[in-house]
């Protein structure tokens, strides 16, 4: 497989997998589950790399990978080149920070403001407790929350004001890396565009780098300098924001586009040509992991997996791209 990794890369994935064991009830025993399946990624400094794919393709437990809150059943991280083993997790924390999907959940209810956003400083050790809460006050203007929010309880804020408080947190550390995980699918849609407009602001502002978990294709286009397409637990396709919106070539990505809903009250629902039946992450099939669902299937896309390869466009993984490959036969 052709890595997309660089000698300028602030963040790495290098092949990696991570498997599940799943129980199938009493009688029935154990099965494997491929969760993510040999991605490599390569991530640099000031980049949006945006991860999308329908709901069970791995997106959040790469994410998880990235973080370091979970090990990778195979495969490594670096970060500025270095093995993330090497730093530790306090060390990995200061570098790389989550922001999760559901602000009600990812803060703890008996903290104030304060308190949940200097955390990180406190378990690193850094600062006094006046300092600490210096500091946090400092980031909650930075995220557009005024002094008198310290010290109230995340009960008695909005969900984006919540949000704005996790990204706070998120920052406290002056990370390299911003991993965020949905950080507006559980917002109302009036309030996500003020917190992407807020972690766009703050990206440029803080020299920030971010890994954006999304299934949104209009925040992605919206926010993203480079898209990751995850299918069944590989990467499917990898390119420039804007040649993936102009020029999508992996047929699965083409069909997440077909699926954006249109503004056009006649244009109706978009009919994906996927049908309504998503794959068995359980039981995936040989070959080509997308080829029961293509419309443009050949042949040997039953029997053979396609590498990731690289070309002028960027990565995609899909045989109708290989070097002197014929036309392709549609299959009915």
């Given at each position: 497989m052709?890595?997309?990794?660089?000698?300028?890369?602030?963040?790495?994935?290098?092949?990696?997998?991570?498997?599940?064991?799943?129980?199938?009830?009493?009688?029935?025993?154990?099965?494997?589950?491929?969760?993510?399946?040999?991605?490599?990624?390569?991530?640099?400094?000031?980049?949006?790399?945006c991860i999308v794919g329908e709901s069970g393709c791995g997106k959040s437990t790469l994410a998880r990978m990235l973080l370091g809150l979970l090990p990778p059943s195979a495969g490594a991280i670096a970060f500025g080149g270095e093995d993330v083993r090497r730093l530790g997790r306090l060390g990995m924390a200061r570098r790389v920070q989550p922001v999760f999907q559901d602000p009600y959940s990812s803060l703890n209810p008996r903290r104030t403001v304060a308190s949940i956003v200097a955390l990180p400083l406190a378990v690193q050790g850094i600062g006094?407790?006046?300092?600490?809460?210096?500091?946090?006050?400092d980031i909650l203007d930075k995220v557009g929350l005024p002094k008198r929010f310290a010290d109230r309880y995340p009960r008695e804020l909005s969900g984006g004001q919540r949000q704005r408080v996790a990204i706070a947190r998120a920052l406290i550390l002056n990370p390299d890396v911003v991993i965020c995980d949905e950080p507006t699918s559980a917002l109302d849609v009036s309030v996500q565009s003020q917190i992407l407009n807020l972690l766009g602001d703050l990206r440029r502002e803080l020299g920030l780098t971010y890994v954006f978990i999304?299934?949104?294709?209009?925040?992605?286009?919206?926010?993203?300098?480079?898209?990751?397409?995850?299918y069944l637990g590989r990467i499917v396709e990898l390119t420039g924001t804007a040649t993936l919106f102009r020029a999508p070539r992996h047929p699965y990505t083409r069909a997440l586009l077909a699926s954006v809903l249109t503004p056009e009250p006649r244009a109706g629902i978009p009919d994906t040509g996927l049908g309504l039946a998503f794959p068995d992450p359980l039981d995936p099939?040989?070959?080509?992991?997308?080829?029961?669902?293509?419309?443009?299937?050949?042949?040997?896309?039953?029997?053979?997996?396609?590498?990731?390869?690289?070309?002028?466009?960027?990565?995609?993984?899909?045989?109708?791209?290989?070097?002197?490959?014929?036309?392709?036969?549609?299959?009915?």
């Open positions: 052709s890595s997309p990794s660089s000698p300028g890369a602030l963040l790495e994935a290098h092949d990696l997998t991570r498997s599940f064991s799943v129980s199938q009830g009493l009688f029935e025993g154990r099965r494997i589950l491929h969760a993510v399946n040999g991605v490599s990624l390569s991530i640099a400094k000031g980049e949006v790399l006094s407790s006046a300092e600490r809460r210096k500091r946090a006050l999304s299934h949104n294709l209009v925040v992605v286009e919206h926010i993203a300098t480079r898209v990751a397409v995850m099939p040989p070959g080509c992991p997308f080829h029961p669902r293509c419309p443009s299937r050949m042949p040997h896309c039953a029997t053979v997996t396609p590498p990731l390869r690289q070309d002028e466009s960027g990565l995609v993984a899909c045989h109708l791209y290989e070097p002197r490959t014929a036309a392709p036969t549609v299959v009915a």
